[in-house]
Structure formats: C-alpha cells, structure tokens
C-alpha cells in the first residue's frame, strides 16, 4: 500500500532559527517526490518537485533533499519568519503508463513564533 | 490568470440536502481533480479527469457522490443526500498534464459543514 508518513506532527519555533521537516514514503512504482506549503484557509501551494535522480533542490530558504534509497526526503527552511507559519505537505508521485496517483502525507503544522 | 476558481468557500447545510461545489481551472490546463481534506485524514483523491474525462473515480466515497465536467472550464461536484460525515475542506486543482512533472494547483477550495 502506497504510504506517506511525516514528522514531527507539529513543531514551534522562534523567528529565525533552522528547522527540518522529514518525510518516508513507500509508493511504487516511485516518480517524484513533492513539497507544498499550506497556509490556514488555503490550498496547497507547490515548493519542491525531486525525481529519484535528484538529491537536493532549492527553493528560495527552502532546501529539500531525496535519499531514493532509504525513501526518505526532508525539508529544511533557513532563517525561518512569521509567514512561514504553515502546514508542509509530502507528497509522492507514482504514475506508469494509465495508472497515476499522488500519495498525500498528513502534513506538519509549523509555527513560528515572534 | 486569476487561478483556480473554486465556489462556494463556505456552505452550510442540513443532513439530506443536495450539495453542488463549482470549480473552474486554470485556462489551457487539461487535467482536473477533486480532494478532499480532514484532519484525520488528510488530503484523498475523490476522482480526477483528463481532457474532460474521467479517469479514475475510484476514491469517490459512494454513489451519493458524483462529478462531472461538461467542458474545459468547468467542473462540479455534487453530494445527494449530503450527510455530517462529508464535513471537510474540498479541493479542486487543475494541472497541464504532458508538459513534464505534472505541477497541480490547487483552488482555495470549499469548506462543507453538513449539521
């Protein structure tokens, strides 16, 4: 069964500090692997797409990183702020031939405080 | 583009009454999808349609579930009769399928409150 677990459920920070956010997956056939940002009473909103080729990608103070191998992916957010205060949503792509299907995990809500 | 266009945001309702959500997508994208969010449950796929045609419903929760999409700029979906259990947030998103990863963007969605 196709699988995305996330932790920690929930984490509180203070502005500007580091924080890391971790994402395993289980979900075969794997074609990429995404971030979204959720803010309260919004849609999700794209940060990150990886293949299973890519190891790292960017995304302004948002890194994202893929370990294929372990099935792991994390995102780490630089110099948090305010406006970072949302739900960070890992999702994985598996898609071959008709059959394709994005695999949602449950999110982690952050906070950051003042 | 003024994006995904979802409506109602907000709809209260009794158990039994016929629900309709309306979603318009983004202009030149072909694909479209339905979630559904809860807290327990997260984000599920309901159904999705490509070019105008479903795909796979198969995460429709039941016949008193139904969706269609008569043309490239408009979809609806419906619940009939409506019960407190379907309460949630729900997301329409449309994408360009084809053009590499297949990037969704989601409306700001409906929230559905059936007492």
């Known amino acids: 069964k196709n699988q995305v677990e996330q932790s920690p459920q929930s984490l509180i920070i203070l502005e500007g500090k580091n924080c890391t956010l971790q994402c395993n997956y289980t979900v075969s056939p794997f074609s990429n692997l995404r971030w979204y940002k959720q803010d309260t009473g919004r849609g999700p909103v794209s940060l990150t797409i990886?293949?299973?080729?890519?190891n790292t990608k960017s995304n302004g103070r948002y890194t994202a990183t893929l370990d294929a191998d372990t099935k792991q992916s994390s995102l780490h957010i630089t110099a948090s702020q305010l406006s970072d205060s949302a739900s960070y949503i890992c999702?994985?792509?598996?898609?071959?031939?008709?059959?394709?299907?994005?695999?949602f995990g449950k999110g982690t809500l952050l906070t950051v405080n003042p | 583009d003024a994006g995904v266009i979802q409506s109602p945001r907000h709809e209260v309702t009794e158990m039994g009454q016929e629900v309709t959500l309306r979603c318009k997508p983004i202009s030149g994208h072909n694909s479209l999808f339905w979630y559904r969010q809860t807290m327990m449950r997260g984000l599920e796929l309901l159904i999705y349609?490509?070019?105008?045609?479903?795909i796979d419903d198969s995460g429709m929760p039941e016949d008193r579930f139904s969706a269609k999409m008569p043309n490239a700029s408009f979809s609806t979906l419906k619940i009939q009769p409506s019960e407190p259990r379907d309460s949630a947030v729900y997301f329409c998103?449309?994408?360009?399928w084809g053009s590499g990863a297949n990037v969704l963007t989601f409306g700001a969605g409906s929230r559905l409150t059936v007492l």
């Open positions: 349609f490509n070019n105008n045609v479903p």
């Open positions: 990886m293949t299973f080729s890519e």
């Open positions: 999702v994985s792509e598996n898609s071959g031939g008709s059959n394709y299907k994005l695999t």
């Open positions: 998103a449309s994408s360009k």
